[in-house]
């Protein structure tokens, strides 16, 4: 959620022309299966949007424009129509569990803990910490050894994955997206995670350090 100025409060997807998000089941608002929304106030684009989604069709077998099936099937549907109700209580219960990680993580050298920043509201669909002096992997493996699950996102900056290597590559260097890719390293973090589950996580980096 972002404050602006005047007060006045959007989310994300809200802002902007269009606005898109994933409704893949580790995400804040999941479904069972794979899904998806695109948000916008232009009915025109609309129309268009929806008519790509349905194979470029607006009447059956009739295709204006090259489309794909995206459709949203009525099961995944029903499912995010009663989960949406849910969505502040989920969202609160992420920021609750990613504010105890970094008021118990700090001070611990070697990582940075995610930042927060003015007239925005964090949502943690991933609560990220950058590892230092290049002890990424080796905390990674370290958590593994207690049991502790963690994820890298991303490991490969675009710029280095195969398939753009024919595509036109960046003027400059793009140091930070290298630096971070090495660097980052996800925590457990979901609405159902208790104090103490934290507390393993939490003791085994203070551990580490």
Known sequence: VYTFSDGSKKHTGAIGHIGCTSFFPSKNLGCYGDGGAIFTDDDELAERLRMIA???????????????????????????????????????????????????????????????????????????????????????????????????????????????????????PLDTAEKLAYSVLSLPIHTELSTEQQDLVINSIKDFF
């Open 54 to 172: 349905n194979h470029g069709q607006q009447v059956k077998y009739h295709h204006k424009v090259i489309g794909c099936n995206s459709r949203l099937d009525t099961l995944q549907a029903a499912i995010l129509n009663v989960k949406l109700k849910h969505l502040d209580e989920y969202s609160h219960a992420r920021h609750e569990a990613a504010q105890y990680y970094t008021f118990q993580l700090q001070g611990v050298k070697g990582i940075i803990t995610p930042e927060e920043l003015p007239l925005s509201t964090h949502v943690y669909h991933q609560y990220t910490l950058k590892v230092l002096d290049g002890k990424r992997d080796v905390l990674k493996q370290h958590l593994a050894d207690a049991g502790i699950p963690s994820m890298i996102y991303y490991p490969l900056p675009l710029q280095q994955q195969e398939a753009f290597q024919t595509i036109a590559r960046a003027a400059e």
